[in-house]
C-alpha cells in the first residue's frame, strides 16, 4: 500500500456518504467509524471502495467493505496489522492484510474497546 495522499481529512465527505448509505448494518458501521475515530485525533478518514475508510500518517489503517449485507467487514490493509494479535482479527493474508467481522449492534459494541486498541497498537506501529 505505502504512503498515499490520504493525509486530508475528509469527514464531510464521509459524512455525506453515510447520510445516503443505504445498508442493513448502517447504524453498526457509524458506531465502529467513531470507535476508529476515537482511537486517535490524528487518524482521518475518507471514501475508498465506495465506503468509509481510515488512515494515519499517510498509511493505510482500515476501511469497511459494505458489499457483504450478511454482517459487517472490515478490512485491516496495513502489512504491519499481522503483528498484532487479537482474536477479533482473521485470516493471514500474504499482502498483509486481515479482516474483522461484526454480526449485529450487540457484537459490535461488544467488540469495539478491541477493535480501539487494535487500531491503536496499528497507529503505534506507524509512528515508529
Known sequence: MGKVDNTVNKTDEVDAFMDKL????KAEVELLRESIKAANPK??????WKAPSFSYQGEYLATFNLWSKERVHL???????VDIDSELLEGNYTDGRRMAYFADMKDAKAKKTELKRIIKQLV????K
Open 22 to 25: 443505504d445498508h442493513p448494518f
Open 43 to 48: 487518524i482521518t478518514e475518507q471514501i475508498k
Open 75 to 81: 478490512v485491516f490493509h496495513n502489512p504491519l496489522v
Open 124 to 127: 503505534k506501529a506507524i509512528g
